[in-house]
Antibody, heavy 119, light 106 residues
Framework: QVQLQESGPGLVKPSQTLSLTCTVSSGSVNSGSYSWGWIRQPAGKGLEWIGRLFPGGGTKYNPSLKSRATISVDTSKNQFFLTLSSVTAADTAVYYC???????????WGQGTLVAVSS | SYELSQPPSVSVSPGQTANITCSGVELGDKYACWYQQRPGQSPVVVIFQDTKRPSGIPERFSGSNSGNTATLTISGTQAMDEGDYFCQAWDTNTIVFGGGTKLTVL
């Protein structure tokens, strides 16, 4: 059973960069059969797709984030990463990493990590 | 940008049928899926590719998608089905979630 675990600072100051790590176990981020994604959820609100990492390293992002998001990967550590620059209070949310199945849905999710943006 | 709309809330009596809708322009031309999210937990897919149930999801969950509307139907709703439900659609460039529907079993 694939497991994903998010990690990173729980508090980031406004205008700084948010950095999160997703560690994958019992599965490979290098698998050609799956891609990997980041999703966030402000408290009491809905899910927002942030971006997706494709096999081979290509990426796609939600245009609403205006190029502030970057997803990268370290296959040697079986981890992928999210950086979000120039954060504001509106970026406060639970951030999830998840595996994207070819059938068109996220089939495995991490438990989520709360990131607050505050001075 | 593509948008999906859901009713904020749906209420149903135990044992009755709950229908949760998801609307988007020509949504029927895309595949839709549905996630259930209980408080404090990560989302879990209950329907994918419009109508398919992952293993372990009860048969009372079913889905349809045609025209501009996808529908999640829960037959014989149980108290354990309470939670938030999100629809999701995708194409090669983007993944979109609906705003979510809070299902209350009264």
């Amino acid at each position: 059973q694939v497991q994903l675990q998010e990690s990173g600072p729980g508090l980031v100051k406004p205008s700084q960069t948010l950095s999160l790590t997703c560690t994958v176990s019992s599965g490979s981020v290098n698998s050609g059969s799956y891609s990997w994604g980041w999703i966030r959820q402000p408290a009491g609100k809905g899910l927002e797709w942030i971006g997706r990492l494709f096999p081979g390293g290509g990426t796609k992002y939600n245009p609403s984030l205006k190029s502030r998001a970057t997803i990268s990967v370290d296959t040697s550590k079986n981890q992928f990463f999210l950086t979000l620059s120039s954060v504001t209070a509106a970026d406060t949310a639970v951030y999830y990493c998840a595996r994207w199945a070819r059938l068109g849905f996220f089939d495995y999710w991490g438990q989520g990590t709360l990131v607050a943006v505050s001075s | 940008s593509y948008e999906l709309s859901q009713p904020p809330s749906v209420s149903v009596s135990p044992g009755q049928t709950a229908n949760i809708t998801c609307s988007g322009v020509e949504l029927g031309d895309k595949y839709a899926c549905w996630y259930q999210q209980r408080p404090g937990q990560s989302p879990v897919v209950v329907i994918f590719q419009d109508t398919k149930r992952p293993s372990g999801i009860p048969e009372r969950f079913s889905g349809s998608n045609s025209g501009n509307t996808a529908t999640l139907t829960i037959s014989g709703t149980q108290a354990m089905d309470e939670g938030d439900y999100f629809c999701q659609a995708w194409d090669t460039n983007t993944i979109v979630f609906g705003g979510g529907t809070k299902l209350t079993v009264l």
